[in-house]
């Protein structure tokens, strides 16, 4: 038989929200009493911004002439949209990005899982714990994480955030040379200030390490003191790559648009000691496995920076916001420990009397037929605690939270 890529063996089954799928089926196959309401999996619900679909629609019917028609995208993305994106997002808040450092793509997903290709297979990895899975299951099928020992990644370190270090990770106790972080987090809704932030990009500096900065959620962020951008520390041009997305900014989850800055300073040197540009490594990368976004797509997103578009964004954040603020109250009357829901669309909770995740999963599922996410699928250090989304319908959230609060006060 062929010999396969044996990584994908080593991966542990069962996928977290396939997991929650199955349960919640069984559940109701026993016909519940109640409507069963979700605030499971980070996904958004409202439709798509006005701004949005008309650009669509325009751009769809360029299509439909021959001057208009388009074929394959430049490879790094649109200019229209890369300048929006420089302007808008960077140049707005003092960052200072050359056209060429930003890629528009078709995921954050499939760029913060692509981008481990460029470092050698022996570069000593760090998540934080709790992750989003993908940096962990990236590493793992490309060889890079060792053997899974039914709890951890032998050759990943893992960086705990829990209740004891307001689920922000310390700084790395051994070098190490790549850092995924996440902020605002998934799953646990916790956010850094620029000062906590400047350490990280001075410990990358200090041990020649490389972050990976993953700000999905940045369009959350209320508080001042917040970095949007990890390119609002000063040095982070020199060590950091950041990943940004229009799905959880503007609805894009099914739409599919995002970008990844790579700055031109961000140096790697090969085995013979020859030093290379993060930059030029990416551009043939995704030249060579990436034939671009769609027109129409890349269209959709730089209307989210016209200003009907930019005040509709606004009101979906803000609806979403007002539904973590429910949750977060929520939380806060019961006397829970939790964490997130103000600069975030999530809310992650101490499970009430010691429970495990899945217990807690189970409990809420079949008691208040409420589904949502147990911490423990996001790494060991989730265990024992559980996460709530405010992607809801505002009936959904203020419904299900009340059950929640009847089944724990
Ligand atoms: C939702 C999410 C993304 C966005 O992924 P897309 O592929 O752009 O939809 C990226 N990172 C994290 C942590 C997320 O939760």
């Avoid at 932030?197 to 369009?219: C, H, P, T």
């Avoid at 140096?267 to 540009?277: R, V």
Wanted: aromatic share 12%; charged share 20%.
């Amino acid at each position: 038989m062929i010999k396969v890529n044996s990584n994908y063996a080593k991966m542990p089954g069962n996928y977290l929200f396939a997991e929650v799928a199955k349960r919640v089926k069984q559940h109701e196959a026993k016909g519940p009493s109640q409507k069963i309401l979700r605030l499971g999996i980070g996904d958004v619900t409202l439709p798509l911004a006005a701004a949005c679909t008309n650009a669509l629609h325009a751009a769809t019917d360029e299509m439909a002439t021959s001057s208009g028609f388009r074929g394959y995208a430049p490879d790094q993305g649109y200019d229209f949209l890369i300048e929006a994106i420089r302007q808008n997002e960077y140049a707005a808040r003092g960052i200072d990005l050359d056209a060429s450092e930003i890629f528009i793509s078709d995921g954050a997903k499939s760029d913060t899982a692509n981008i481990q290709e460029l470092f050698s297979q022996d570069a000593i990895v760090s998540v934080p714990d709790p992750v989003y899975p993908v940096y962990v299951d990236s590493n793992a099928l490309s060889g890079r994480a060792g053997s899974y020992d039914g709890e951890r990644w032998t050759n990943l370190v893992y960086l705990p955030c829990t209740v004891d270090n307001d689920f922000l990770p310390d700084l790395p106790e051994q070098k190490v040379d790549l850092i995924y972080l996440c902020f605002p987090n998934n799953p646990t809704g916790a956010v850094m200030n620029r000062e906590q932030l400047k350490g990280w990009v001075d410990y990358a500096k200090e041990n020649n390490a490389i972050i990976l900065y993953d700000a999905a959620y940045r369009a959350y962020i209320t508080g001042d003191d917040i970095p949007r951008s990890i390119y609002e520390i000063e040095g982070a041009k020199d060590v950091a790559i950041e990943f940004c997305s229009f799905s959880k900014t503007a609805g894009f989850t099914g739409v599919r648009c995002s970008w990844t800055v790579v700055p031109k300073a961000v140096l790697g040197e090969t085995e013979t000691g020859q030093e290379i540009s993060l930059n030029s490594m990416w551009s043939r990368r995704q030249s060579t496995k990436f034939n671009g976004t769609a027109y129409i797509v890349q269209r959709a997103a730089a209307a989210i920076y016209t200003e009907e578009g930019k005040k509709q964004v606004q009101d979906m954040v803000g609806y979403y916001m007002h539904n973590a603020a429910i949750i977060r109250q929520a939380m806060a009357s019961l006397n829970i420990p939790f964490s997130g829901g103000t600069d975030s669309p999530y809310v992650w909770f101490r499970c009430p009397g010691g429970m495990d995740s899945w217990s807690f999963f189970d409990k809420l599922l079949s008691e208040a037929n409420v589904v949502g996410t147990p911490g423990a699928g996001f790494g060991p250090s989730g265990e024992g605690y559980f996460r709530l989304t405010a992607f809801g319908s505002r009936e959904v959230t203020e419904e299900a939270t009340q059950r929640l609060f009847e089944l724990l006060k």
